[in-house]
Each structure stands twice: as C-alpha cells, then as structure tokens.
T-cell receptor, first 111, second 111 residues
Framework: EDQVTQSPEALRLQEGESSSLNCSYT??????LFWYRQDPGKGPEFLFT???AGEEKEKERLKATLTKKESFLHITAPKPEDSATYLC????????????FGKGTRLSVIA | DSGVTQTPKHLITATGQRVTLRCSPR?????VYWYQQSLDQGLQFLIQ???????AKGNILERFSAQQFPDLHSELNLSSLELGDSALYFC??????????FGSGTRLTVV
C-alpha cells in the first residue's frame, strides 16, 4: 500500500531559525513527489514537484530535495508569513492512481 | 485565485439530509479529483473523473456519488448525512495526471 509519513507533526521556530521537514514514503513506483502549502481553511497551494532521486528545487526560502525513500523541505531563515501546514504527496506509477497525501507538518514561525 | 472554483464555500445542514457540492475546473483541465479533509485524517481521495468518465475511486462511501458534466464541471452528492461527514471537501483539477490545482474548498458542517 502506498504510504506517506510526515514528521514532525508540528514545528515551532523563531524567525530566522532554519529547519527541515521530513516526508518518508513507501510506493511501488514513484511518478513524482509533490509539496504543497496549506493555510487554515484554504486549499493546498502547489510548491514543488520532484521526479527523481538527487533532484532539488528552490523557491525563495524553501528548498525541496528527494532521495529514494524520503524528501526534505528545508526552510532557511523563515519569516512569520511562512507559517502554514506543509503537505507532501506521492504520485504512484501505474494506472489512474491519484496523489496520496501525508497528514502534513504544521509550521509556526514566531517573530 | 487558483482557477478552480468551488461552491458553496460553507454549508450547514442536518443529519439525514442530502447536499450537492459543485466544482468548476481550471480552463482546459479534463481531470477532476475530489478529496475529503478532516482534522485527524488529512486529505483522503474520494473519486476522479476524466472528461466525463469515472477513472479512479478511493474510499468513497456508498452514500456519496459524483459526476462530471459535458462542460467539465463536477458535482459531489452526499446523502443521508451523518455528523462524521463534517469536513472540508476539496476539488482539484489537472491537465493530465500530474500537478493538481486545488480549489478553496467547501466546509460542510452536519448538525
């Protein structure tokens, strides 16, 4: 069964304190791994897609990396506006399989 | 604005009732996905339609059904509602099978 586990469940950082969020996955074959940001009461907002081990993508203070078993979302010098829930999802190979999401990491950045 | 439109934004109804949630996908996207998000479960896949045809089904209850119309908008019908059906319901669309774009969701409260 395809599975995504995100850790930690919640993370509280001081403004400027860099950290990483983890996404571990089990999938029969990986078509792609996605990171989304979700603000309270809103829909997930697309951040990155990663397709193969060793791939990295960056956007402002965020950098996503991928290995064969996990992905990391690195947050450098975060600001309060980075506070949100970050969701990881895998897209398994084969057939019409939809994205499988983890439960997310709730990030709070304190000024 | 993501381009995926969901109505209504909020819905409050009584147990045993039936409701219809509506989704208009991004212009040009043929696939529509429905997800349910509750506090402790994360995003759970319900059902996918592609150009009017059902393509994949998740853990969707028999009390729930969906369809996609010729103009590509989709409706999710929830009947015999129970308290446990209270959740956020999201629609997402994609041009093929990668890169979902989510709507802002419908918050359903069953009382």
């Amino acid at each position: 069964e395809d599975q995504v586990t995100q850790s930690p469940e919640a993370l509280r950082l001081q403004e400027g304190e860099s950290s990483s969020l983890n996404c571990s996955y089990t999938v029969s074959g990986l078509r792609g791994l996605f990171w989304y940001r979700q603000d309270p009461g809103k829909g997930p907002e697309f951040l990155f897609t990663l397709y193969s081990a060793g791939e990295e993508k960056e956007k402002e203070r965020l950098k996503a990396t991928l290995t064969k078993k996990e992905s990391f979302l690195h947050i450098t010098a975060p600001k309060p506006e980075d506070s949100a829930t970050y969701l990881c999802a895998v897209h398994p190979r084969g057939g019409n399989t939809p994205l499988v999401f983890g439960k997310g990491t709730r990030l709070s950045v304190i000024a | 604005d993501s381009g995926v439109t969901q109505t209504p934004k909020h819905l409050i109804t009584a147990t045993g009732q039936r409701v219809t949630l509506r989704c208009s996908p991004r212009s040009g996207d043929l696939s529509v996905y429905w997800y349910q998000q509750s506090l402790d479960q994360g995003l759970q896949f319900l059902i996918q339609y592609y150009n009017g045809e059902e393509r994949a089904k998740g853990n969707i209850l028999e009390r729930f059904s969906a369809q996609q119309f010729p103009d590509l908008h989709s409706e999710l019908n929830l009947s015999s509602l129970e308290l446990g059906d209270s959740a956020l319901y999201f629609c997402a669309s994609s041009p093929m099978t990668d890169g979902y774009t989510f709507g802002s969701g419908t918050r359903l409260t069953v009382v």
